[in-house]
T-cell receptor, first 114, second 111 residues
Framework: DAGVIQSPRHEVTEMGQEVTLRCKPISGHDYLFWYRQTMMRGLELLIYFNNNVPIDDSGMPEDRFSAKMPNASFSTLKIQPSEPRDSAVYFC????????????FGQGTRLTVV | AQSVTQPDIHITVSEGASLELRCNYS??????LFWYVQSPGQGLQLLLK??????LVQGIKGFEAEFKRSQSSFNLRKPSVHWSDAAEYFC?????????FGSGTRLQVQP
């Protein structure tokens, strides 16, 4: 398996623009997680899905952020409108059987909002 | 709520020296515990995990960690560090929710 695949690897956008980050989890994994990593706040869980259903979105910072998982092999994290403080590395991860099992991480998307 | 503390932000060791990275967790029951490593510009790779049983767990790349319930700790160790071990190390725990990560410890290895 190719592992968790995220695209794009790097994204530079202007403030106010819409940004969409994409993730393809490992085939057969039932759980998908979105994390954000910044120097100030470290690794934060934004949202996670089980069988394509959002289970916990309490980490989503505000209404400008939304995440979807239309099928078992694809998820998106959208920011609209983007702001400079959204600049961070966004990681997608997936796990096989539960939120309590090990998660496999993608290589991340480095987002810069100018 | 679960939380993880890594008290050392930055550690420098000489190549060949032993290493211990500290991790303390807060959770109401016995958590599941993990150590991940992140190289620059890369995602996180699992080093080892503890779910139950033997409190000393072995991982990849010669790392091990020991779960101590009485101290709420899960420290990572390696007897002899290699230059390629320079990276950032994250301790994480979970119960029923998704992983909660510590703030990380950046390891620098001197020749």
């Amino acid at each position: 398996d190719a592992g968790v695949i995220q695209s794009p690897r790097h994204e530079v956008t202007e403030m106010g623009q819409e940004v969409t980050l994409r993730c393809k989890p490992i085939s057969g994994h039932d759980y998908l997680f979105w994390y954000r990593q910044t120097m100030m706040r470290g690794l934060e869980l934004l949202i996670y899905f089980n069988n394509n259903v959002p289970i916990d979105d309490s980490g989503m910072p505000e209404d400008r952020f939304s995440a979807k998982m239309p099928n078992a092999s694809f998820s998106t994290l959208k920011i609209q409108p983007s702001e400079p403080r959204d600049s961070a590395v966004y990681f997608c991860a997936s796990s096989l059987t539960g939120a309590s099992t090990e998660a496999f991480f993608g290589q991340g998307t480095r987002l810069t909002v100018v | 709520a679960q939380s993880v503390t890594q008290p050392d932000i930055h550690i420098t060791v000489s190549e060949g020296a032993s290493l211990e990275l500290r991790c303390n967790y807060s959770y109401g029951a016995t958590p599941y515990l993990f150590w991940y490593v992140q190289s620059p510009g890369q995602g996180l790779q699992l080093l080892l995990k503890y779910f139950s049983g033997d409190t000393l767990v072995q991982g990849i790349k010669g790392f091990e960690a020991e779960f101590k319930r009485s101290q709420s700790s899960f420290n990572l160790r390696k007897p002899s560090v290699h230059w390629s071990d320079a990276a950032e190390y994250f301790c994480a725990c979970t119960g029923r929710r998704a992983l909660t990560f510590g703030s990380g410890t950046r390891l620098q290895v001197q020749p």
